[in-house]
C-alpha cells in the first residue's frame, strides 16, 4: 500500500481519480464536479494536498482532494472528506484510513499551513459513533473533535411520516405555495441556458453584487448537465421569485443554495420549493436528505441562524456531524 499526492505525482493522481470515476465510487463523479466547483469559488492561492491510496497492484482504494484554502489543510475551508473503493474490507479501508491520515500530518508539519482538518465518519449506518484507527491516531496526536449538528431527513420511510416531522407551522405554507405559485423543475433532461442565466442573474439581484465568479457557476450548470444536481424554480405572474437547488448522489441530496425574492419573505415562496426537492429526493430512491448545519452558536451570523432555524423546521432529526482540527 502506498500514497501518491496530487502535487507531486500529478498524472498518478490523475489516474486514481478516472478508476474512480469509471468504478463508480460512491460521489465520486459528484465529487470531481464539486471539487471543480469549489475550486472556482476560491478568490485566495491555495497548494493542492489531495492524496490517494494505491493497493499492492497501485490500484486506487482511497482517495481525498485537499488544499491549504484559508492557511488550514481542508477542503475548500470545509473538513478533508476520504472516500473508498466500493465493498473495501473493513480491515483494508481502516489500513487506508491510517495511512492517509498520516500522510496528510506529514504534508501540514511541512507545509505554511496552521492546521488539518478532517471529516468524522457519518453517524448512521454500521460501526456508528465508534472511533477507528485513523480517527484514534488523529486524537492521539493531538487533534480536538469539533461536534457540528445537522437536520437530515430519513427518506426511506413512508410520506406520511415525512410530512408528520414538518414543522406544523410550515404545512399551510407548503400546500399554499402549491395553490399560488408556478413552479417547475430544472434537471439533465429540462436544461435550458437561458432559464440558468436568469438564475444567475436573480442571485446577483438579490446579493446586490456579484459573489462568485463565472467560473463557479459554469460548474454549478454542469452538475445539472450530468444529472447530478437539480433547481426547483418558483415564479408568480411568470416572474422568478425564487431558486432552490440541490445536488444528490445515489444516496443522499444535498440541500445547497436557496435564493428568494426578499419583498415576498412574508410568503411561502421557500418552504414549498424545498418540500418539492425533499420529495424529489425520495422518488429517485434517495435514502437521505441533508438539510446541513441547524444548531449555530449564538455568535454566528444572524442571517445563517435564521437559515439553520427554517431547515431544522423540516426534520426533528439531528445528527452529530463534526471533524477533526489538529493544529501545528
Excluded at 10 to 19: E, G, M, P, Y
Excluded at 42 to 60: G, I, K, Q, T
Excluded at 236 to 258: E, L, P
Aim: hydrophobic share 40%; aromatic share 10%; with cysteine.
Amino acid at each position: 500500500m502506498r500514497v501518491v499526492s496530487a502535487q507531486e505525482d500529478t498524472a498518478t493522481f490523475a489516474t486514481a481519480l478516472d478508476v474512480a470515476r469509471d468504478e463508480q465510487w460512491h460521489s465520486a463523479e459528484l465529487f470531481h464536479l464539486l471539487h471543480e466547483y469549489y475550486a472556482a469559488m476560491e478568490s485566495d492561492p491555495y497548494e493542492d494536498h489531495s492524496v490517494a491510496v494505491l493497493n499492492a497492484d497501485d490500484h486506487p482504494i482511497a482517495l481525498a482532494y485537499a488544499c491549504d484554502a484559508g492557511g488550514e489543510i481542508n477542503y475548500f475551508r470545509m473538513p478533508v472528506a476520504p472516500a473508498w473503493a466500493p465493498k473495501l474490507p473493513s480491515d483494508l479501508c481502516d489500513q487506508a484510513g491510517l495511512l492517509m491520515i498520516k500522510t496528510l500530518i506529514d504534508r501540514l508539519q511541512a507545509s505554511s499551513a496552521s492546521a488539518l482538518q478532517v471529516a468524522h465518519a457519518p453517524f448512521h449506518g454500521p460501526g456508528a459513533g465508534l472511533l477507528n484507527s485513523w480517527q484514534m491516531h488523529l486524537a492521539a496526536a493531538g487533534a480536538s473533535y469539533i461536534p457540528g449538528h445537522r437536520a437530515v431527513i430519513n427518506l426511506t420511510q413512508p410520506t406520511g411520516e415525512i410530512w408528520k416531522d414538518v414543522r406544523k407551522s410550515y404545512r399551510p405554507l407548503i400546500n399554499a405555495g402549491r395553490r399560488t405559485m408556478q413552479i417547475s423543475v430544472m434537471d439533465k433532461n429540462s436544461l435550458d441556458p437561458a432559464v440558468f442565466s436568469q438564475f444567475q442573474a436573480f442571485h446577483q439581484r438579490m446579493a446586490g453584487r456579484v459573489t462568485r465568479s463565472q467560473a463557479s457557476w459554469d460548474r454549478k450548470f454542469e452538475l445539472l448537465r450530468h444529472g447530478l444536481a437539480e433547481m426547483i424554480i418558483t415564479r408568480h405572474d411568470d416572474t422568478m421569485i425564487g431558486c432552490t437547488y440541490v445536488f444528490f448522489d445515489d444516496i443522499t441530496s444535498q440541500y445547497a443554495t436557496g435564493v428568494y425574492e426578499r419583498a415576498l419573505f412574508e410568503k411561502p415562496i421557500s418552504h414549498c420549493p424545498l418540500y418539492i426537492a425533499i420529495e424529489r429526493a425520495k422518488d429517485r430512491g434517495n435514502l437521505w436528505f441533508n438539510l446541513g448545519d441547524v444548531l449555530l452558536p449564538l455568535q454566528a451570523d444572524p442571517k445563517e441562524r435564521n437559515i439553520a432555524q427554517f431547515k431544522k423546521g423540516f426534520s426533528s432529526r439531528i445528527e452529530i456531524s463534526g471533524y477533526w482540527r489538529l493544529e501545528k
